[in-house]
């Protein structure tokens, strides 16, 4: 076995390549145990570069059987094969390679390359993954036209398929069959796809503006293809949406959705031919719950929208994958923004930005959105490339207005449809648009961490004027121990004590809106306001206009102000936040110094308020009436106190559900309506708040309560309703419990996505003798260690999902991951590098915990033919 060699690779040694491959001509033998692929590149020297005179193309787990040159055979005299590489020297101008490779795709444990998952054949190529395919130059600025031919038995793979559109299919004798399909547009080879299997197919139709037929196929194991409507539907909505919004429509005759079990990611959004994890796509009322069908439409447009910002414009070199993925995120948000809640859609997305983003900028894997080095580019898939990335593109449309950040986008595709683009042409098709000069605000690009932003206000009451200042501070991030400063778009409005919104007249502006957008430039920099006669109340960050941490010193009284009265319905939420953030930590500190707990009544009347509020967004509501989780409160700490968060926590959602019993029982009663299952803006909002009734109503379970949870349990005609009560009573310690569970498992143990459920309840459990449990439930007979949504579904909810017991004390469940991570390092690198994530965090923890975290790091550090993967996220962590 090769030992690994951590080179890192730099944004600063980029060079163009040397050779260009117009045509590739792939002949695929398909085999599960032993794959032949024959490939005929069409070379040519790039005429950039002149000098560069060796052909460099990467290969991975492949055995060579034939090379030839424009037909003659080469000798190994010819070329230098290593483990990864295959290099011509002197190659010519231009000419024709054939090289014939083989391998197992049974063998291929890594779900890179061509896999099996069940009995299906396909391949996940992004980011190098076609190099386990073919010796190849595997890069993203190498786009060539691709042919593809698969051979493979017509009984087991009667479906073989592969992008763009299908021109010849035939039979041969011995029971194969073969079709030969071509793309007629230009791509990486990361986009390159093939599938081949035994496979069901849902089928329904999309008519674009431009008058295009589109046949949508989503391909199926066989009896799920009632399960792909709601997947249609999404994608037919995306389809539209993006016409509508960006005026992209799509540009082949088909469009083909692939559902597979063991995939690592999400979903790839290969040319005509996405390939997704199946719990992206199979959904009914028995088995998704409404969160499982709010991902799929986002997943579905996700990949929808890659087809221009990802396939059609694509990336330069990886270092710029935030250009695909923070635009398509952002794209993807506004989409679900637009279906379903505009307010709840930008709670979540924040939420999930502040709880993985914000934590990774602490920590050793801090990186800027355009990265300046990476050792394995699959660890660069991070929430700072997309969700940060996003919310760069959302801070240039905030300034910029909707309508010239729309003109921007059309420059962009206009200059750069069909090319491989960097970052800085996104940027200057801005600049074109807007005439703006945006040089400061590409820091963005290049500084990691997540900047501070701390205002003051001073109110001069004679002369009406009140002034904020503001000063930002970006701590350092590795490589990275000072930042210049950021532009930051801080959008804000002033209320007044009555929670009346304030006309403002900046000074040198005559506008009297009652928003307006502070550019914030330099380091310190104050913004006055004029003919302001109340005390006003700053509502700052409005819609959370920026990616940063806001400190500003609010009172109790602003903050409730706020929460009555803020028109931005992101503040109102933030304000309920903060308070509670606030009041909690307030309670730890109480509880240290042994004083008796208790809450005070100006919060519970409070809380109560928002709870008699019904005449608005019930899913907004839902999240109001939630109180922070554990996670939400770690990040609020500087050293993370996980038994008093826990224990506080707890304290205060049993407190307001037993002083405010009645108005929770109502609400449940209310909304626990027996209608049919709908999924809805207001059929989702009503089981939210129903089911957050029953969470509240669980924190002090009586009899008669564990009972009407079972009820439900047991009577829901959904999974969101018999999951929610599912997870009350799985924190319970109590017959219910055990009942309940066993239902589940007798009634699902044969629908893999639903049995994930039944492994993630359990994993996550606050019990005590959860990691006893979580080791019976790896050696489970239905557990796997190829299905990466398995793996996660335990390990991963173990160690990312639940503090208490994956901290404990005895350093146990540290223990446990490092060996998980050791044992699926030597089968799939991609997951078991991902779930290093929770110990690199041992920064924010206690001295004890800190030394136990460390301990499992240098274990699995000193481990013998450690992945590139891990190797790089344990070594940057174990520091
Ligand atoms: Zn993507």
């Given at each position: 076995m090769e030992a690994k060699s951590p080179n890192t690779i730099y944004l600063k040694d980029y060079k163009e390549p040397a050779f260009l491959v117009n045509t590739i001509d792939l002949n695929v033998a398909l085999d599960a145990d032993l794959t032949k692929v024959k490939s005929t590149l069409g070379i040519m020297r790039n005429p950039k570069m002149p000098e560069q005179k060796s052909l460099v193309l990467q290969g991975d787990a492949l055995t060579l059987n034939e090379i030839q040159l424009n037909g003659t055979p080469l000798t190994p005299a010819d070329y230098t094969l290593s483990n990864n590489e295959l290099i011509i020297k002197d190659a010519p101008e231009e000419f024709s390679l054939m090289i014939e490779t083989q391998f197992s795709p049974r063998e291929?444990?890594?779900?890179?390359?061509l896999y099996l998952s069940g009995d299906i054949l396909c391949t996940q190529c992004e980011a190098e993954g076609f190099r386990r395919i073919t010796y190849f130059p595997d890069r993203p600025d190498v786009m060539s036209l691709y042919t593809t031919t698969i051979i493979a038995d017509k009984q087991k793979y009667p479906v073989l398929l592969s992008n763009g559109n299908l021109i010849d299919s035939g039979l041969l004798g011995d029971g194969k069959h073969w079709v030969k399909w071509q793309d007629p547009y230009r791509k990486p080879s990361y986009l390159f796809a093939l599938v081949a299997g035994n496979l069901g197919c849902a089928e329904d139709s999309f008519v674009t503006r431009s008058g295009r037929s589109v046949a949508l196929k989503v391909y199926v194991e066989p009896g799920n293809e009632v399960n792909c409507t709601y997947a249609l539907q999404s994608l037919k909505n995306a389809m539209r949406w993006d016409e509508l919004r960006f005026g992209r429509g799509y540009d082949l005759d088909t469009y083909m959705i692939v559902a597979v079990s063991d995939f690592n990611m999400g979903a790839m959004e290969n040319k005509g031919l996405n390939i997704f994890n199946a719990k992206y796509i199979l959904a009914n009322p028995a088995i998704a719950t409404d969160q499982d069908y709010e991902f799929i439409e986002a997943v579905i447009a996700h990949e929808y929208f890659h087809n221009w910002t990802g396939n059609r414009v694509t990336c330069r070199d990886w270092f710029q994958l935030s250009l695909k993925e923070g635009l398509t995120i952002f794209r993807e948000h506004e989409f679900c923004a637009d279906q379903q809640s505009r307010e709840v859609e930008r709670i979540k997305n924040v939420r999930k930005l502040r709880l993985e983003q914000f934590p990774q900028d602490e920590g050793p894997m801090a990186h800027p959105v355009r990265p300046d080095s990476y050792i394995e580019i699959n660890n660069f898939y991070t929430v700072t490339i997309y969700e940060k990335g996003a919310e760069v593109i959302r801070m240039l449309q905030t300034m910029l207005g909707r309508d010239t950040f729309r003109q921007g986008m059309d420059i962009y595709f206009a200059r750069h449809d069909g090319h491989a683009v960097t970052i800085e042409d996104f940027v200057q098709a801005m600049e074109a648009a807007s005439g703006r000069d945006l040089t400061q605000f590409r820091r963005w690009y290049t500084q990691a961490g997540t900047p501070e932003l701390y205002v003051t206000s001073n109110y001069d009451s004679a002369n009406c004027r009140y002034t904020l200042r503001l000063e930002q501070v970006c701590p350092p991030t590795p490589m990275q121990t000072s930042k210049e400063p950021f532009l930051i778009p801080v959008t804000v409005s002033l209320f007044d004590l009555m929670g009346q919104p304030l006309p403002l007249q900046m000074s040198g502006s005559l506008n009297e809106a009652t928003e307006q957008i502070m550019e914030m430039t330099q380091s310190v920099q104050e913004f006055q306001f004029n003919n302001i006669t109340s005390y006003p109340i700053p509502s700052l960050l409005r819609d959370f206009s920026a990616p940063v941490k806001l400190r500003y010193p609010y009172t109790t009284q602003d903050l409730l102000v706020l929460m009555r009265h803020d028109t931005d319905s992101f503040n109102r939420w933030e304000a309920v936040q903060t308070i509670e953030n606030r009041l909690i930590l307030q309670l730890i500190d109480e509880d240290k110094s042994g004083a008796a707990l208790c809450l005070p009544v100006w919060f519970t009347d409070a809380f109560a308020e928002n709870l008699s509020v019904r005449n608005q967004n019930l899913q907004y509501l839902a999240l109001l009436l939630a109180l922070p989780s554990d996670k939400d409160l770690a990040n609020e700490m500087t050293i993370i106190l996980v038994e008093p968060i826990f224990k506080i926590h707890k304290f205060v959602k049993r407190e307001l559900a037993t002083q405010l019993k009645d108005q929770w029982m109502a609400i449940y009663k209310e909304y626990n309506d027996n209608k049919p299952y709908q999924f809805n803006a207001i059929a989702v909002g009503q089981r939210s708040l129903k089911n957050i009734a029953l969470s509240y109503l669980m924190a002090n379970p009586t009899d008669e309560i564990r009972q009407l949870c079972l009820r439900q349990f047991v009577n829901a005609d959904n999974m969101t309703d018999s999951l929610a009560a599912l997870v009350c009573l799985s924190q319970v310690d109590c017959p219910e419990r055990v009942e309940a569970l066993n239902k589940f498992y007798d009634k699902w143990q044969n629908e893999p996505l639903v049995l994930d459920k039944w492994f993630a309840i359990q994993a996550q459990s606050h019990l005590p003798n959860t990691l006893e449990v979580v080791k019976q439930l790896i050696t489970h007979p239905k557990f796997n260690w190829i299905n990466p949504n398995r793996v996660r579904s335990v390990i991963g909810v173990f160690a990312m999902l639940n503090d208490i017991n994956f901290h404990a004390l005895n350093g146990d469940g540290y223990a446990f991951l490092a060996d998980q991570i050791i044992h699926l390092d030597n089968l799939n690198p991609q997951v078991a590098a991902r779930l290093c994530e929770p110990l690199t965090r041992w920064r924010r923890h206690i001295p004890e915990r800190q030394a136990l975290m460390k301990k499992q790091l240098f274990r699995i550090m000193s481990t013998p033919n450690l992945s590139r993967d891990v190797y790089e996220i344990v070594s940057k962590s174990s520091g």
């Open positions: 291929n444990t890594t779900l890179n390359g």
